[in-house]
Each structure stands twice: as C-alpha cells, then as structure tokens.
C-alpha cells in the first residue's frame, strides 16, 4: 500500500510538470503574438484555468491542448496487466526493479515501457530438431513439447539474464542441445526403437539440472517426445522387420497352444488310464473276495458233512 501510494504521489507530480510544461508554452506563444502585433504582453494564463472552480472558459485553443494531454496521459501511461502475468519495467533499456501483479496501472509515459510475463504453466513446442546418429543418419524430431513454469519471485532475476524471451535461449536452444548430444551416441535403433521410450524422462531431468543452476525458479513440468522420421527406406525395412516380429510372435503364440492342447491330452489320457486301472482293481479285488467268500462256503458244508 506505501509503494503504491508513493508511485501515486511521483506520478501526480509528473503529470503536474507536464502541465506547467503546457501553461508555459501557451503563454510564449500569446507573448509573441502580441508582440508581433504591437500590443501590451498579456498576463500569465494557463490554457487549463478554464476548468470548473477557475472562475474563467476554456478557450477552443485550450480545450484541444487539454484534452490531447489527457488522451495522451491516458493511452500511454494507463495499462493492464492480465491474469497470469507479472509485468516488468523498462526505461531507457534498462530493467527496473518494480513489478506489477494482474490488473490497470500507472507508469511514466513516452519514458517507461513494459512487458507481460506469464508465470502459469505454459507449453512450449520446439520443431523441426535435426539428430545425427552415431551411424551418421540423420533424423528429425517434428515436435518435442516442453512444459514449464516460472515462479512469481523468480521472474526479476530470469529476466534480467536471460530478457524477456527467456525461453529461447533456456528452452528452445538447450533442447536441441540435448538431443543432439543424446543421439550423436546412440545409433538409429537405439533412437528409433530401443530407447525411444525414455527420451522424454531424460529431456526433462537434463533440462531441469541445467535450470536450477542457471536460472532457479524456471521449472518443467513434463517433455513430450514425437517419434522422429527417418530415411523412407529405412522406415521401410523396420516396418517389414516389424511385420516379421509379428508373425514370429503369431507362430510362438499358435506353437504354445499346441503344445498346451498337447499336454492337456496327455493329462487327460493319463487321468483316464488311472481311472481304468483303479476300476481294473476294484473288479479283481471283488473276484478275490468272491472266491474267498465260496471256497469258505465249500470248507463250511465239508466240515457239515463229516460231523454227520
């Protein structure tokens, strides 16, 4: 509330200057009038005493001058900072160390500019990246996205380093850097096919080293990685190993289902011979017990006979 106010009252005092500035030159100019005409020099008179409680009306002179200073005052000293932005100050080229949050303010026209710096979550997309690899083919990366954020109490410091466009020399150009470092030791199938899948994870963790140390407070969030083009011949031969690596798999899939009918079979034939073979056994057994059974009746009807 004291730095607003103070930056009130400075700019209550440009204003006033910029008026005394208009008072003056209006009254040279009635001055020399005058004087070209022979008469009396009039008295100092501002061109504004015209405005209500000053006792007096605006000339047609006068009421142009006010109301182009005010338009100008106006249009060039009143601007809006929007929701997600933090704007930072400029005068003369050189960075001041005021910021502004979201919504209208005041600056020192003709002399102060500013700019609009977002610090929400933002994506930025790099095109295009050549990547040359370690076999000397050269492919390209059409988009790798870049999700980042810079922080409130960062952005001073940020832009003063790296400018406003900060994310060019942080973002856009590191990213080609690493890429192209990564793939210039790695050869095409390492890129293509084997290690694709952790480029995104490795972008990020290399970009978010190199920023907590050059500008901290700039944060990623996420990379996102396009699978790069190649040669259309080489695109060609991995798609025909592709379709190969397909059948392979069909016919490593249908072989496993044979042999898993197989071995079912098998099961099944053994559960059905032990199955025989206990109902083999069972029949025996009761064949035994039922020879026992007459050859105790036999024993029984002898042992009868000689008793008589």
């Given amino acids: 509330c004291i730095n607003g106010r103070v930056r009130k009252q400075w700019y209550q005092r440009r204003v006033r200057g910029v008026l005394n500035y208009y008072t003056n030159y209006y009254y040279k100019s009635n001055l020399r009038m005058s004087s070209a ?36 005052l106006m249009q060039f000293s009143l601007h809006k900072v929007d929701e997600g932005n933090i704007a930072v100050y400029y005068r003369g ?17 003709f002399i102060t500019t500013f700019k609009s710096v977002q610090v929400t979550t933002q994506t930025d997309e790099v095109t295009d990246i050549p990547c040359g690899t370690s076999g000397g083919v050269m492919i390209y990366f059409d988009r790798i996205e870049v999700v980042n954020m810079l922080r409130s109490d960062a952005v001073l410091n940020v832009v003063r ?27 095409l199938h ?6 694709f899948d952790q480029i995104d994870e490795n972008l990020k963790i290399a970009l978010q080293k190199d920023l907590t140390v050059v500008a901290p407070g700039l944060d990623i969030v996420g990379v996102r990685v396009t699978k790069p083009k190649i040669p ?19 016919a490593t899939e249908k072989q496993k289902v044979v042999e898993k009918e197989a071995e079912t079979e098998r ?6 011979a032990n199955k025989q073979a206990e109902v083999a056994n069972i029949t025996f057994s009761q064949k035994i017990m039922e020879k026992d059974s007459l050859k105790k009746m036999s024993e029984i009807e002898d042992t009868t006979n000689l008793a008589r």
């Fill in 37 to 72: 005409q022979g008469q009396a020099p009039p008295a100092p008179q501002s061109p504004f005493s015209g405005l209500p409680g000053q006792g007096t009306s605006l000339s047609g002179t006068s009421l142009i001058v006010v109301i182009v200073v005010s338009a100008l």
């Fill in 93 to 109: 080229g050189a960075l001041l160390q005021s910021t502004a949050y979201p919504g209208y303010h005041f600056m020192l026209p």
């Fill in 161 to 187: 380093n790296f400018t406003a466009e900060y994310d060019k020399p942080l973002i856009f150009d590191k990213v080609h850097h690493e890429v192209n470092q990564f793939c210039s030791t790695q050869n």
């Fill in 190 to 195: 390492s890129v293509y096919i084997d290690l």
């Fill in 232 to 250: 259309e011949a080489i695109r060609r031969n991995y798609e025909l190993m592709e379709a190969e690596r397909t059948k392979l798999l069909i």
């Fill in 267 to 272: 099961k099944r034939a053994i559960i059905e």
